[in-house]
């Protein structure tokens, strides 16, 4: 039987799903403005009985205080530990009677929360969602339970190479910003965090004018307005927060080592990238896809697993923070194949550099890129999370249906402009986790935590 080469598989499998995935040019996305003057995006959908209202505050654990590192993800833990009149258990058992689920996220760049309820018990998950925001408890034995947790976490994160790399990584690149920060803070920085901490992150934070909302299930535009005005009009006008400063990776060339006793060494790598209101995204993240974001299909996989059984896997991908952006590429392999490993890494962001693609790369790119993203909007939820995005991203309501044109106009002059532009193999900065021979380090860190 004729075996089908990864790129035709890809497209016979894409093919397939795209007969059950809905098509983004397809989602009617409707600009809803509360009576109070909230706003949100909404996909009506009338098939299934469900609600999904998902939503973002700006600024995440990047604008954690100094010493209080940690705040925002301590908080993101709490908010439905018990508000308004209901404390801790009586909260739980009210979200688990009703089948609703409240979660809340604190990521480097935002605050994310999302609310998820049967059409029938929507009134109760409203409230529910409300006391959440405007009224949490931050009783002292939930702050302590999720606290522990929390330094559970952190203790265990000491011993993973990969969080390692990251954090030796972000460090060295962000060492006089919050990006630099861990985003679960320190065990010290999270002792000190006190219920009032907490209150005045809610107060400061969440505001009006620091709002966006996505909606998507069984509601009409009506309908959803005063859904709107419920949850979210209690809350202060404008947020008392104030946004890090713009700022560019350091570490250009070096290479740091994290010695630590394992068989295997962590490689991670970055540069400086793009960010995702740059002109250039889409040819940037079709080089991405080429060069090791496209799994078994990339040029890095190819290279290092399936040419020499180097490794069980290796990567690329963008990091487009709101206020600086990377290039990254990563993977992990036996110490004795450390220097080789790095060395291919480079060579391949060389060959990209210098070559660019092919004209099959390039078609090959196009259509996973336009043929996958249908497979993102298999739920409510999954779509009101992409509709918060674009939003946050500033693209416009209309770029679900200009986002496949956007791809299919990139050209292979573009791809090579633009990997000539962000990869530079020289420059890059590089990070290895373990006993890696083969490899001179500039700089050796003991202290990454430990």
């Not at 801790?88 to 609310?115: K, P």
Request: aromatic share 6%; glycine share 8%.
């Amino acid at each position: 039987m004729r075996r089908l080469s990864m790129p035709a598989f890809l497209s016979v499998l894409l093919l397939a799903v795209a007969c059950f995935a809905p098509d983004a040019r397809a989602i009617d996305i409707k600009r809803v403005v509360s009576p109070g003057g909230i706003e949100a995006w909404l996909v009506q959908d009338t098939k299934i009985p469900l609600l999904a209202i998902k939503f973002a505050f700006r600024g995440g654990v990047e604008t954690d205080p100094a010493g209080k590192e940690g705040l925002a993800n301590l908080a993101s833990t709490l908010l439905d530990e018990g508000a308004g009149p209901y404390d801790s258990q009586e909260f739980q058992r009210r979200l688990a009677d009703n089948s609703i689920s409240i979660s809340f996220t604190a990521t480097v760049d935002g605050f994310y929360g999302g609310v998820e309820t049967l059409v029938e018990t929507q009134e109760e998950a409203i409230e529910l969602a409300r006391l959440a925001l405007t009224e949490p408890r931050f009783d002292r034995e939930a702050v302590e339970r999720m606290r522990s947790g929390v330094l559970a976490q952190i203790r265990r994160e000491q011993g993973d190479p990969d969080f390692l790399a990251r954090r030796a990584l972000y460090e060295t690149a962000f060492p006089d910003h919050p990006y630099g920060r861990r985003a679960r803070g320190t065990a010290e920085s999270v002792e000190s965090i006190k219920p009032e901490d907490l209150d005045a992150f809610v107060r400061r934070r969440f505001a009006k004018d620091n709002l966006t909302v996505a909606v998507t299930g069984d509601i009409t535009p009506e309908q959803l307005g005063p859904v709107l005005d419920r949850i979210f009009g209690g809350l202060p006008e404008k947020a008392e927060i104030e946004p890090p400063a713009d700022t560019v990776p350091k570490g250009a060339g070096e290479t740091v080592l994290v010695p630590r006793p394992l068989p295997q060494t962590v490689v991670l790598m970055a540069q400086p990238g793009v960010k995702r209101n740059d002109p250039d995204w889409f040819p940037a993240t079709i080089m991405n896809y080429v060069l090791g974001g496209g799994s078994f299909s990339s040029r890095l996989m190819e290279e290092i697993r399936e040419k020499r059984g180097l490794t069980y896997g290796v990567y690329s991908y963008l990091v487009p923070f709101r206020h600086a952006a990377l290039v990254m590429a990563g993977g992990s392999t036996a110490n004795q194949n450390a220097g080789t490993m790095v060395d291919l890494m480079k060579a391949e962001w060389r060959r990209m550099q210098e070559e660019g693609l092919t004209q099959e790369e390039l078609d090959n790119a196009k259509t996973y890129l336009t043929g996958s993203f249908p497979l993102q909007f298999t739920s409510s939820e999954a779509i009101a999370d992409v509709l918060l995005q674009v939003q946050r991203d500033g693209l416009g309501i209309d770029y679900l249906d200009r986002r496949s044109d956007l791809i299919n106009a990139v050209t292979l002059e573009d791809v090579k402009r633009v990997a000539g532009r962000l990869l530079d193999p020289e420059a890059l900065l590089t990070v290895v986790v373990g006993r890696p021979e083969g490899i001179e380090p500039t700089r050796t860190r003991d202290d990454v935590p430990s």
